[in-house]
């Protein structure tokens, strides 16, 4: 019991520390990319490679982690993060460089989600989850409330060599807390077809859902630049109000996610919010970004406790495995159509169209299996 409450606090320093460093840059990605001249769907072509390529690196990191360590696969989306900032610091906006940067892109972001996703749910318990995985929230959301501001004013008022010096070295310091978490180390055959078949049906649609959702989160920075306001400090304001609203949120809803699941009533107040944030302009977006934020996480918490809760006795390799390609997948399905789009706004109605069928699918399995 102690060495599983070492491991959490271990996991938690980690949590604070990675966060902060990935999200100096990584919640300005599209802005970012949009303001050094890439057309929307240049950023959406980007989006798509990455998760193109995410597909077959989620496998082969799964199978390093499990034939050596997942410290490994966490070291390899390291390096690739700090090759990644070299090449966001050199942009080309051509075909090429757009496939270059997603392929690191999806190395940094699969090396360190897979090995991610595999400590924690090693060291959280399978049951009486919720409360753990709250405060790693917490921390997670209190990191990226700070490195919002601190990397919007070190992109507005140096560039973005600072930045890239300041998130590598954090990145890199972030793992060593990992080093002295001790998990059992079970090398396993990896047997995709197999599991997809064991996955539970209504495991496959709560989480292409939830992925949806952050894929609209991925292009509503274009939007506010386009017709609110072109600047980093209103990416990072927005940003703070949500996860500000996300951890007074936590505290009161992860409580009592232990008795109830609220994936439904969260996915149509999501719905709803996104369709007020294309009519609402000027700063009144931020109110609706901070009941937003609450929405989110009590979604977030929901899916969690679907995630941590019904693994119907699976092993960790493979539902971490089929989480990772289930989230690429969908995110590449729903973005082939947005190319032949031209109007960002009608983007965002199409997503929000998606989730909706998407939510009424899962409403039948879940009526129909009776699950909560």
Same mark, same amino acid.
């Not at 938690?12 to 890439?38: D, P």
């Given at each position: ?8 606090? =271990?996991?938690? $320093? ?26 929307? @769907? ?19 990191? &799964? ?9 490994? &696969? ?10 990644? %900032? ?12 757009? #496939? ?10 699969? !090396? ?29 959301? /209190? ?21 890239? #010096? ?6 890199? &310091? ?9 998990? @059992?180390?079970?090398?396993? =055959? ?7 078949? %064991?996955?539970? =049906? ?38 703070? $109000? ?11 809803? !992860? ?21 007020? =944030? ?16 609450? $929405? ?27 989480? %990772? ?9 729903? *973005? ?7 109007? /960002?706004?009608?983007?965002? *109605?199409?997503?929000?169209? $998606? ?14 299996? @009776?699950?909560?």
């Amino acid at each position: 019991m102690q060495t599983t409450k070492n491991n959490q606090i =271990k996991f938690n $320093i980690f949590s604070f520390v990675s966060t902060f460093a990935r999200s100096l840059i990584e919640i300005f990605i599209s802005l970012y990319l949009y303001k050094n001249g890439f057309t929307i @769907k240049s950023i959406l072509l980007f989006y798509l490679l990455e998760n193109l390529f995410a597909v077959f690196i989620s496998y082969y990191f &799964v199978k390093i982690g499990e034939k050596y360590k997942y410290s490994i &696969v966490m070291y390899i989306g390291i390096v690739s993060f700090a090759i990644l %900032q070299f090449a966001l610091n050199n942009l080309v906006n051509n075909y090429s460089y757009i #496939i270059l940067i997603s392929f690191i892109y999806s190395l940094y972001r699969r !090396g360190y989600w897979v090995a991610r996703r595999f400590y924690i749910t090693t060291i959280i318990p399978q049951k009486n989850s919720s409360e753990s995985f709250s405060i790693v929230m917490v921390v997670s959301e /209190i990191a990226s409330i700070i490195a919002g501001y601190l990397g919007s004013f070190l992109l507005e008022e140096f560039n973005m060599i600072a930045l890239t #010096i300041v998130s590598t070295v954090l990145l890199f &310091v972030s793992v060593i807390p990992l080093i002295g978490i001790k998990y @059992k180390s079970e090398t396993k =055959k990896i047997e995709l077809i197999k599991s997809l078949k %064991q996955y539970d =049906k209504v495991n496959y649609v709560a989480f292409s859902l939830y992925e949806i959702n952050n894929l609209l989160t991925f292009i509503f920075p274009i939007y506010i630049a386009i017709y609110i306001k072109d600047t980093y400090t209103m990416a990072s304001s927005i940003n703070a $109000i949500s996860n500000l609203a996300i951890i007074v949120f936590i505290l009161l809803y !992860g409580k009592i996610i232990k008795k109830r699941n609220y994936f439904v009533i969260s996915s149509i107040l999501f719905i709803i919010i996104s369709l007020a =944030k294309l009519f609402l302009f000027n700063y009144y977006i931020l109110f609706l970004y901070f009941i937003e934020g609450i $929405i989110k996480k009590m979604q977030n918490q929901s899916v969690n406790k679907i995630y941590f809760e019904n693994r119907n006795g699976m092993d960790l390799t493979h539902y971490n495995l089929i989480y %990772q390609l289930v989230e690429a997948l969908i995110r590449i399905i729903v *973005v082939v159509p947005l190319l032949f789009i031209n109007d /960002i706004r009608i983007m965002i *109605v199409f997503i929000i169209i $998606i989730i909706a069928i998407e939510l009424i699918i899962y409403a039948s399995f879940k009526k129909k299996k @009776k699950l909560y």
